[in-house]
């Protein structure tokens, strides 16, 4: 059975930085397609960034520069790195799976909330 | 970047209704690579339909997807108490982008 579980959100302050974790099982991280998706309160979704099978990563505009998506296989982990996080980076971030590189999104975890306040 | 706009605001309907959500592109989406997910309070979305028209795995055949090009729909047909949601469409064939969502009430 395929499971995504999302740890490591919190309150920061702005300017500061966070590793969030999607532990997998159910399959290796680095066979798979992985993306990180946010949900700002009450929002909408927001795709972040995306770590292809072949290691390949990109990641939104807005957030180039400050995230870095990476992934550790003997760990089957997949990471998100956010420095100089701001006030507009508040959400839920859940990571996601998908099949190939034109395919939706079919797992998902629970999420993770990420607070960035003073 | 592709710009999904869908049908504006809540839907509120009753039980056995159809409901009929819309999803415009501001460009052609390639390929018809066009998903709907619904999202309940709390939870993280679940796929619906992909390809435009194909229910993924264990969706009652209740929910349908049509279009291509530009205009895609989603119509729930027979709706039940539990359909009550937030309905996003999301294109990916030209990295990923989302419609605000519409929420559809069953009163």
């Known amino acids: 059975e395929v499971q995504l579980v999302e740890s490591g959100g919190g309150l920061i302050q702005p300017g500061g930085s966070l590793r969030l974790s999607c532990a997998v099982s159910?399959?290796?991280?680095?066979?798979?397609?992985m993306s990180w998706v946010r949900q700002a309160p009450g929002k909408g979704l927001e795709w972040v960034s995306v770590i292809y099978s072949g290691g390949s990563r990109y990641h939104a505009d807005s957030v180039k520069g400050r995230f870095t998506i990476s992934r550790d296989s003997s760990e089957n982990t997949l990471y998100l790195q956010m420095n100089s996080l701001r006030a507009e980076d508040t959400a839920v971030y859940y990571c996601a799976t998908f099949r190939c590189g034109s395919c939706p999104f079919d797992y998902w975890g629970r999420g993770t909330l990420v607070t960035v306040s003073s | 970047e592709i710009v999904l706009t869908q049908s504006t605001g809540t839907l509120f309907l009753s039980p056995g209704e159809r409901a009929t959500l819309s999803c415009r592109a501001s460009?052609?989406?390639?390929?018809?690579?066009l998903a709907w997910y619904q999202q309940k309070p709390g939870q993280a979305p679940r796929l619906l339909i992909y390809?435009?028209?194909s229910r993924a795995t264990g969706i009652p055949d209740r929910f349908s997807g049509s279009g291509s090009g530009t205009d895609f729909i989603l119509t729930i047909s027979r709706l039940e108490p539990e359909d009550s949601a937030v309905y996003y469409c999301q294109q990916y064939g030209n990295f990923w982008t989302f419609g605000q969502g519409t929420k559809v009430e069953i009163k």
């Open positions: 390809g435009a028209s």
């Open positions: 159910g399959f290796t991280v680095s066979s798979i397609y």
């Open positions: 460009q052609s989406v390639s390929s018809s690579f």
